[in-house]
């Protein structure tokens, strides 16, 4: 059974920067790629960005291109998310998943997610 565990939200004011951590398990994690999702307050969940099985190829939403940065330790089955240039509108919960190579389908249940809240 896959799991993950988001941690390293917090408060912060826009323009600055924190940096998330989910730690994966379950399955083999270098062979899956990872992605991150965020939830704002009364709207749906939404795609953030996504990270290859190498880490070599990553994706991202439009609206955190140039400001966030995904990255993995394989290693240490740990899948990060560095934001930067921190705006309101990034407030939300943030959740990591597996998901299936080459396609947007995630793979087990969602974790708790970790809070992210931007001041302005």
């Known amino acids: 059974q896959v799991q993950v565990i988001e941690s390293g939200g917090g408060l912060v004011q826009a323009g600055g920067s924190l940096r998330l951590s989910c730690a994966a398990s379950g399955r083999t994690f270098s062979t899956y790629d990872m992605g991150w999702f965020r939830r704002a307050p009364g709207k749906e969940r939404k795609f953030v960005g996504k990270i290859s099985w190498s880490g070599g190829s990553t994706v991202y939403a439009d609206s955190v291109k140039g400001r966030f940065t995904i990255s993995r330790d394989n290693a240490k089955s740990t899948v990060y998310l560095q934001m930067n240039s921190l705006k309101p509108e990034d407030t939300g919960v943030y959740y990591c998943?597996?998901?299936?190579?080459?396609?947007?389908?995630?793979?087990?249940?969602w974790g708790q997610g970790t809070q992210v809240t931007v001041s302005s």
């Open positions: 998943s597996w998901m299936i190579g080459g396609t947007g389908v995630t793979i087990g249940s």
